[in-house]
Structure formats: C-alpha cells, structure tokens
C-alpha cells in the first residue's frame, strides 16, 4: 500500500493500493485500486478500479470500472464501466456502460452509454443509448434524446422533441395502413400494419427526409414487410415484400400533413411442386417462376394523411 499526502511526481507502484492527497504526474499501479484526491497528469491503471477526484489529462485503465468526479482530457477504458461526472474530451470504452456529463469523444459499450447532458459525438452500444441533448451519432438497437441536432442510427429511435408522425395509408392494391414513424428528419423508423382483402402486411421500415421549401419535404422510405395471405396459404410460402417509395409531404400545420409516393414493390415467395405461388399484385411488369421461389415486381402508389 502505498499513500502520499502531497504532490507527486512519479511512479506509485502497488500490490493492493495507491492513495495520493495533491496532485499528481505520472503513473498509478495497482492490483486491485488507484486513488487521486488531486489534479492528475498521467496513467491509472488498475485490476479493480480508479478514483479520480481532480481534472485528468491522461488515460485511465480498469479490469472492473473507472470514475472521474471532474473533467478527462484523455481516456477511460473499463471492463465493465466508466463514469465522468463532467466532460470526456476523447472517448470511454466499456463492455458494460459508460456514463458522462458531456462528451467530446466516442463513447463504446456492448450495453448502454448515457449521457446526462450533451453528446457532441458518437455513442456505439449493442442496446442502447440515452442523452438529453444529441449532436453528434447515436448507433445502436434503442436511442434515446430529449433533443436531438444528430442523427441516431438504431431498430428504433425515440427523440422526445423529434420527428413522430401516425401515418393512415392507402395503396394500389386496396390496403388500409397504419403506420408509426419515430426518429429525426435526416434517420427515422417506421413501424406499420395493413390490411386488404386478401393480405396482411406486417412491416418496419427505415426513411430520411429532406426540405423542398417551408411547407413541402421529399422523403425517401425502405420497407420490408412479411405478408400473410388469408387464402390458406401456409406460413412457409407467405411472400415477403420490399418497398422503396419517395413520398411528397404536404404539411400545412405542424400535426398534419398529406403525402402521396410513388412505390416500387419487389416480391419474393416459396414455391414447391404441391404449392402455387401467392402473388400479391395482378400488374407486374416483371415475374420469374423458378422451380423453388417466385418473383415479382411492380410499380404501385400510397396516399397518406399524418398527424402529430
């Protein structure tokens, strides 16, 4: 055990722990803790974890966790978490979590990084990511932001004060749609079911949209959709269905809007000896019956109304 009650300048080096009261430059080493009550210029490196009290320029390195009460100029890097509770100017990396105040420099979990002020960069988690204010990148399966000038990239994007649209659609082929778009203008997600005569269509999409003047934007939507047939077509040989269409948004008030979108379909089904294909539309201007799959493409069109 080491502990010093003033500055230092150096190298601690411990098999349980080190302790330093002022300031310190230079390197703490430790099997199981490294504590800084004092600014620090240097490396933390511990099998457990690191205290920093103090302003940091330097790197800190943990097998469990690492923790900085004041602003870092450098790195953490954890096994399991960091925590800043002020400013990260280069990065955390956690397989866990990562938490800040603010962060200038990228933030990477296998599970969540937060962020309880403003992210000015980029947060990778496998789950999800949280910040009050975003603008930088969000990737990962959930991203959340209280506002957002960023753009989060993720299976579903919730931004309190975004773009959320409730979409009633109709299409070329008599189906009535009720869709949930979620996200920003530049990246959102859509969630969407439609029903026609003969079909069910249960459908997540992804779209960007862009502004052609104060009342108008162009947006661009993908969507894929696994459709059920009510004609006892079995779930093996249901179709699958892409869809890629550039909606024209008229949006008068800010809750409500219409739009109408060309759409380009593309249908793919199982197919076998004892099962016939379930075609979806009559007009395509492209069709392959192969001996396991059949194909088909057409041109089709939506009307939609939006509110919120």
């Known amino acids: ?17 080190n302790t330093n009261m002022g300031a310190m430059e230079g390197v703490q080493m430790s099997a199981i803790s490294n504590i800084n009550l004092g600014t620090m210029e240097g490396v933390q490196i511990a099998a457990i974890s690191n205290v920093q009290r103090g302003k940091m320029k330097g790197v800190q390195l943990a097998a469990i966790s690492n923790y900085s009460d004041k602003d870092i100029d450098g790195a953490q890097l954890a096994v399991v978490s ?32 937060v962020v309880s002020d403003t992210n000015n960069s980029t947060q990778i988690a496998l789950f999800i990511n949280t910040a009050k204010t975003n603008n930088g990148t969000q990737l990962g399966l959930v991203n959340y932001a209280d506002t957002s000038a960023g753009v989060p990239i993720g299976f579903v994007s919730i931004v309190k004060h975004g773009y959320h649209k409730l979409e009633v659609s109709e299409n070329e082929l ?11 203008n530049a990246f959102y997600n859509i969630f969407e079911a439609s029903v026609s005569q003969d079909f069910f269509f249960a459908t997540y999409g992804l779209g960007s949209q862009v502004a052609l003047g104060s009342n108008l934007n162009l947006g661009f939507e993908l969507k894929a959709s696994k459709v059920f047939d009510y004609r006892g077509t079995s779930f093996e040989y249901q179709p699958n269905l892409f869809r890629f269409s550039m909606p024209f948004v008229f949006q008068p008030t800010k809750n409500f809007g ?50 919120l």
Request: proline letters at 2%; one cysteine or more.
């Open 174 to 184: 008599l189906a009535t749609g009720l869709a949930y778009k979620t996200g920003v």
């Open 258 to 307: 219409v739009s109408i979108a060309p759409v380009l379909n593309y249908s793919v089904t199982k197919t076998s000896v004892d099962q016939q294909p379930s075609k979806i539309s009559g007009n395509s201007f492209y069709e392959n019956y192969a001996s396991n799959h059949y194909e088909q493409a057409w041109i089709g069109a939506r009307l939609s109304v939006l509110f």
């Open 1 to 17: 055990v080491n502990f010093n009650g003033n500055n230092f300048q150096g190298v601690q080096a411990a098999a349980i722990s």
């Open 82 to 113: 960091n925590v800043c509770r002020q400013k990260v100017n280069s990065g955390q990396l956690a397989v866990i979590s990562n938490y800040a105040r603010r962060t200038e420099g990228l933030q990477f979990s296998l599970f969540s990084n």
